[in-house]
């Protein structure tokens, strides 16, 4: 039973798709997250939503899109992909007023080509 | 801008000794720090954390040390087992602005040799 499950695992597409990556946590938690991990490793947060509105948007090209449908859902489309977006995406979630971390998805490793 | 730090990309333990990972960070406005851990394939799972009003937690094996005069802080994790084999990151946050964004180090690899 997993508290946050993405899908799909693996994403292998074309430089000018656009495609979608799917988060869902049955934790309860209100507020949920994208994170990027680049090539260097590095964990980047990029967006979270907090009870479906936008809380924290990063330094990130309009081409990626967050949608939250419901506190338990958030989703991220990616339009006009490029090389560069290749990465693995992390979604997390946390509960806002019980401070403890998050819980993250298993990742979506996108390559694209 | 790389407000947390860890320097080892590897580190290398025998089983049964104390494996030490470092971080550092320069925001003095973080108020919370974890730790994580990372299997391949897997997202990170929280292992401990330390409050910044802190500079000791324990949870068994793992003791997080916080020097806040020094910016740097160090998980112990004692004695090292072959399944603490991972990548292991060091967060910082401050969640009184409202927000819990995670800031995080690059990692570091942590083998176990038996």
């Known amino acids: 039973d997993t508290a946050v499950s993405q899908t799909p695992k693996y994403l292998v597409t074309q430089m000018g798709n656009d495609k979608s990556i799917k988060c869902e946590q049955n934790?309860?938690?209100?507020?949920m997250y994208w994170y990027k991990q680049d090539s260097k490793k590095f964990l980047k947060i990029m967006f979270s939503?907090?009870?479906?509105?936008?809380?924290i948007n990063e330094t990130v090209p309009n081409r990626f899109s967050p949608k939250s449908p419901d506190k338990a859902h958030l989703n991220l489309h990616i339009n006009s992909l490029e090389l560069g977006d290749s990465a693995v995406y992390f979604c997390a979630s946390s509960q806002k007023d019980r401070w403890g971390g998050y819980t993250f998805g298993s990742g979506t490793r996108l390559t694209v080509v | 801008d790389q407000q947390v730090k860890q320097n080892s990309p590897s580190l290398s333990v025998q089983e049964g000794r104390i494996s030490i990972l470092n971080c550092d960070y320069t925001n003095s406005m973080f108020d919370y720090f974890l730790w994580y851990k990372k299997y391949p394939a897997e997202g990170p799972t929280f292992l401990i954390s330390?409050?910044?009003?802190?500079d000791k937690n324990e949870d068994g094996r793992f003791t997080v040390f916080l020097n806040k005069s020094a910016k740097h802080l160090s998980l112990h994790i004692v004695p090292s087992q072959p399944g603490d084999s991972a990548v292991y990151f060091c967060a910082g946050a401050n969640p009184n602005f409202g927000n819990e964004k995670l800031t995080f180090g690059t990692g570091t690899r942590l083998t176990i040799i038996p």
């Open positions: 330390i409050s910044s009003i802190k």
């Open positions: 934790l309860g938690h209100d507020t």
């Open positions: 939503y907090n009870n479906k509105e936008l809380i």
